[in-house]
Nanobody, 115 residues
Framework: QVQLVESGGGLVQAGGSLRLSCAASGISFSGMTFGWYRQAPGKQRELVALIDSGGGTQILDSVKGRFAISRDNTKKMVYLQMSSLNPSDTAVYYC?????????WGQGTQVTVSS
């Protein structure tokens, strides 16, 4: 059974930084592409960043230069380093395979950026 557990969110002031972590289990991790997604109140979930099995990354234009995604295959972990946060980054952040697995969504981690 696939399990993805996100952590590291919190309340931060604008301009601050957070590092999100995602622990994966029950999945063939090293060969897969993973993504960080977010869903703000009243909005659809969007893909923020992804990282392929070789470490290649793609970042959403609106967070490019501020967010970085990384992975540790030995630990089955995916990370999202976020800096220069602004209130528009407020959302619940999720990790999942890319393309996502419908039955693998975790509880997410809340990121709230105050102005």
């Amino acid at each position: 059974q696939v399990q993805l557990v996100e952590s590291g969110g919190g309340l931060v002031q604008a301009g601050g930084s957070l590092r999100l972590s995602c622990a994966a289990s029950g999945i063939s991790f090293s060969g897969m592409t993973f993504g960080w997604y977010r869903q703000a109140p009243g909005k659809q979930r969007e893909l923020v960043a992804l990282i392929d099995s070789g470490g290649g990354t793609q970042i959403l234009d609106s967070v490019k230069g501020r967010f970085a995604i990384s992975r540790d295959n030995t630990k089955k972990m995916v990370y999202l380093q976020m800096s220069s946060l602004n209130p528009s980054d407020t959302a619940v952040y999720y990790c999942n395979r890319y393309p996502y697995l419908q039955n693998a969504w975790g509880q997410g981690t809340q990121v709230t950026v105050s102005s």
